[in-house]
């Protein structure tokens, strides 16, 4: 049994790849049935916010494009055009169940600013007490390349912890996460991870789909933020959302830390902005405690290492540092 039975408020993250059908539309029937199955495992005294990518997708074919375009106003264009279409579908999907989703659009000054970051999270917490399914997105239009979350998978963590939520559910296109690429010979699924040293042997990507931004890199780095905090995290397939509702052994399990720190502190340590320059040594001190202690995995997607091993930290914050990650 899986953490997200016993839950009482988890954050579900569904990718672009697991939203859009193989001609790159965004597939209706998959909306619905994740809100048939969040909406029954929901029941009275039960929450869930939604972080949903296919933005980008959804915008595509309206524009007449046949592929994810390269250019910055082009992806912005898509967004701004895919959003209301997949927000439309996600307010009918649930409306078929009596329940009432709202759009939420985030950027990275949303949560690196702490009255931002504040009147985020009483958002949503008055949100989820009102009874709606707060649906959640990084507000692609206006993001640049140099200022965003990087991909969905990041923010998800970062709103479980926002939200105080018990789990964290990652819905990707592979069964969850395994020893190597799942197409190499002798991959395994790993089933379980309790600590960072289980990772030491991994072999991950940041490849995204074609549709999507991130991979299995960033995946693994939004679970151990999230772990770290406290939040256990379920990597599955979207297909097996029912049992991971269900609490059956599917995917791979992520066990959070027995510490739950406050949310300041990680704000401090995962969001907050640096001040000073770009040397290690200008990094505040107490900043670089807390964020040693609350999380490994600082390396943002665009730094992504193909091995665990190579993550130190001071490595991390070289190259996060180079690449301006949020994160540090």
Known sequence: ?????????????????????????????????????????????????????????????????????????????????????????????????????????????????????????????????????????????VTTRELRFGDNDRLAALIAQMVQADALVLLTDVDGLYTAPPDHPGSELIERVVSADDLMSVLVTGAGSRVGTGGMATKVQAAMLATTSGIGVQLASADALESVLAGQRVGTWFEPSQERPASRRLWIAHVAPSRGGSSSTRVPRRRLRLARSLCWSRVCVRCSATSMRAMSWTWRLRRARRSRCIGI
């Open 1 to 141: 049994m899986s953490g997200v039975s016993s839950a009482s408020r988890i954050v579900v993250k569904i990718g672009s790849s697991s939203l859009t059908r193989e001609d790159g539309g965004l597939d209706l029937n998959r909306i619905d049935s994740v809100a048939r199955l969040v909406a029954r495992w929901r029941g009275a005294d039960r929450e869930v916010v939604i972080v949903s990518s296919g933005a980008v997708a959804a915008g595509l074919d309206p524009l007449g494009f046949t592929s994810k375009p390269k250019d910055l106003p082009s992806v912005q264009a898509a967004a701004a055009m895919g959003q209301g279409l997949l927000m439309a579908r996600w307010t009918a999907a649930f409306q078929a169940h009596h329940l009432d989703a709202a759009q939420v659009l985030l950027t990275t000054d949303d949560v690196m600013r702490r009255d931002h970051y504040t009147n985020v999270r009483a958002s949503l917490t008055r949100l989820l007490g009102l009874g709606v399914v707060p649906i959640l997105n990084e507000n692609d239009a």
